[in-house]
């Protein structure tokens, strides 16, 4: 495509209409293509200039055997990889504190594949798979790109047709360049229909801050400060802050006290005043209560919330979660259940049920499982029960709270048919453009 711009001197948009013109008459075919381009990354170009790690070793060595510092003091932050391979080879052997070269191979893998490549760039048909694949094993060496290109000809028709030097008549129902007006976007107007659901359903909405207090995200949820999902692994932490006031003196001394009595170790105030990205909406909503203390209430709070953990097609960092709470002196779980079967209904899920699971905060505690009519199984979504006498009776809430909460792309993905949540998040224009608002 590329080149019939240079040589026709017409635009992207002009030559993509004019082949576009081409194939609805079945005078053109557009065939694509994927060429994997390789270039070396941060460290391949470093082993470029100076070396592969144990290639840098094995030269050290060649002049009789060293010192295990000198090595490391020469070596850098290569050192390690070098003396792994090295040793897993069988290069070397270590006697006390010396090291001493037992081989020197002449070829290492991946040399070749560095020369070849060099500062610049190389297909995969010009390399040879194996030696390019020991360096794709290691972090930051190759850096592949994707290169898709479209080749456009003619069919046997097209060539038959004679043109003429005058011009002939405007095909008035031609193709135009298609338009695309701005609209909201699907994972938005999804948060936006639940929103309007709870409303609907009686709700309404509390907003707090994404930042909070551990005391709100987690001791006033009675989970214990040695929990895993306190760790630096689980949880992001605002470095070296700590809230000043985290509650009154009275909830303080009652949730230390439950913690004490539970889970029967020394509470200490300092965890508790480490300020966090929060973990889920529910730090909101127990904040709400405990400042309201209400006989009767239906909540609920829409918002961002972080995770320490690994993306993959189904995990984020960062997510949107719906959470809830209804509290009342007679409210049962089979209220919770009536409510979440109205909710999910309203949003076209009919097929559920619920598993007993358990939660650090509620008790009885459920899963709420919907079955995907395309992947053909059930999946999980939110997690519900009632909370806690233990989260509870400390901030002074005297009723039955019911409660439950779940991440929004989930629903989303449900939705619109997708098997990544990333999608969400990838800006492709295409598919933007083509989901459909009612879902």
Not at 49 to 75: F, S, T, Y
Not at 128 to 155: G, H, Q, T, Y
Not at 156 to 174: C, M, N, Q, R, W
Not at 177 to 193: G, M
Request: aromatic share 8%; net charge neutral; charged share 30%.
């Amino acid at each position: 495509m590329e080149r019939l711009e240079e040589t026709t001197g017409l635009s992207s948009d002009q030559v993509r209409r004019g082949v576009e013109w081409l194939r609805l008459k079945d005078l053109a075919s557009v065939a694509e293509s994927t060429t994997h381009m390789y270039s070396l990354g941060k460290n391949g170009l470093e082993a470029f200039e100076k070396g592969l790690p144990e290639r840098r070793l094995i030269d050290l060595l060649k002049d009789g055997p060293k010192k295990l510092q000198d090595l490391q003091k020469d070596l850098g932050p290569i050192f390690g990889p070098a003396m792994g391979l090295a040793r897993r080879n069988n290069w070397i052997e270590s006697v006390d504190d010396q090291i001493t070269l037992k081989a020197s191979p002449a070829e290492l893998s991946g040399e070749i594949t560095l020369k070849k490549i060099g500062t610049g760039k190389m297909s995969k048909a010009k390399l040879d798979e194996s030696d390019l694949n020991s360096l794709l094993k290691r972090p930051d060496f190759v850096v592949e790109d994707a290169i898709k290109s479209k080749e456009v000809s003619l069919s046997d028709d097209a060539k038959t047709i004679v043109l003429s030097d005058t011009a002939g008549a405007i095909d008035v129902e031609a193709k135009v360049p298609q338009v695309y007006v701005a609209r909201t976007h699907p994972l938005k107007d999804t948060i936006d229909e639940i929103r309007e659901i709870f409303v609907t359903l009686g709700f309404s909405e509390i907003i707090g801050s994404m930042v909070q207090p551990s005391f709100w995200n987690f001791d006033a949820l009675f989970t214990p400060q040695d929990h895993p999902a306190r760790e630096l692994q689980d949880t992001f932490y605002l470095d070296s802050i700590s809230a000043k006031k985290i509650g009154t003196p009275e909830q303080i001394k009652k949730v230390s006290a439950s913690h004490k009595q539970g889970w029967r170790y020394l509470w200490d105030i300092n965890e508790a005043r480490k300020m966090v990205l929060r973990t889920h909406t529910t730090c909101v909503t127990i904040k709400h209560l405990a400042e309201t203390k209400p006989d009767e209430a239906r909540v609920f709070s829409v918002g961002r919330v972080f995770r320490n953990e690994k993306v993959s097609y189904k995990h984020l960092v960062e997510f949107n979660q719906i959470e809830g709470v209804v509290v009342g002196k007679n409210a049962t779980l089979r209220d919770l259940m009536g409510i979440q079967k109205e909710f999910y209904k309203r949003m076209g899920i009919t097929k559920i049920k619920f598993w007993p699971t358990f939660f650090p905060y509620t008790e009885p505690s459920l899963q709420t499982m919907v079955y995907n009519d395309r992947l053909g199984k059930w999946v999980e979504l939110f997690g519900m029960g009632i909370f806690r006498p233990e989260v509870t009776k400390p901030l002074g809430i005297n009723r039955p709270v019911l409660a439950w909460g779940g991440g929004i792309e989930r629903i989303a993905m449900l939705k619109y048919g997708l098997d990544d949540v990333r999608e969400f998040y990838n800006n492709d224009l295409n598919w933007l453009r083509s989901a459909t608002k009612c879902q």
